[in-house]
């Protein structure tokens, strides 16, 4: 079934924006506006990556926007399944959508397509919430991902990818935030979600969302590798309202490393833990 998807997949990535390594960007035919960079209380600009660590099995995801509780509708994840993140002109049943594609076997990219064939496009509490600024990501257990841009995602907009690793944002200071991201998840060593949030930093470094900083979230999953039984979630934090959100994710995150009662079997090395 995969097979039969990709050509389609990739047609479309050509046509309006997925992409599975390298890096596409896509602008709104406008400038950013003043009134653009100030809160935006629907929450239509963010910056996130999704990462995998082949070390140890775990997926992750880490955003930062200048919204409140940003984690709340954009971070999607399963262990053994997958993640998403969910942005932009958002769609929050995008993210569902993906994992339960996930979880029947398509490709990232072929996920990417059907989503978006399927968006029906109804508008947003009767005003207009066009699919066509929407920006996702959705990446398998192994670490393949795809990205879409959205040609009316608001400036400036785009995706970046690298080795295990997807970012993306809208209505950022420029290019330097997702080549940032990439670039740190790439070069910092150490556990997962020290990567991630390395990576959000250097989003933020770049410039970030051109609105400022409110909130930030994480999460990190792997089958049964969370504290107590039959847990899958590794870490799962949220900074909701807070001038420096990812000093305080920071925080958190290094609290969490190595914190683990003890390494489960299938969990060696799972946030910095035993190995």
Partial sequence: MAEKTRPLAIALALAVGVLAGGVLFARAPVAISTAAQQPDPAGTGTFSILGYDPATGELGAAVQSRVFSVGNGVLWAEAGVGIAATQAIVDVSYGPKALALLRAGLTPDAIVKAILDSDTDPGYAGQPWPKAGRQFAVMDPRGNYAAYTGLQATTWA???????????GNILAGEAVVTNMVKAFEETPGALSLRLVAAIEGGQAGGG?????????????????????????????????????????????????????????????????AK
């Fill in 158 to 168: 785009g995706n970046r990818g690298g080795k295990f690793c997807t970012a993306q």
């Fill in 209 to 273: 969302d051109t609105r400022g900083q409110q909130s930030a979230a994480l999460i990190v999953v792997k089958k049964d590798c969370g504290v107590w039984l039959h847990n899958d979630t590794v870490l799962r934090l949220q900074v909701d309202d807070n001038p420096e959100p990812i000093k305080e994710l920071r925080r958190l995150v290094e609290k969490s490393v190595g914190n683990s009662r003890r390494a489960l079997p299938g969990c060696a090395g799972v946030n910095g833990a």
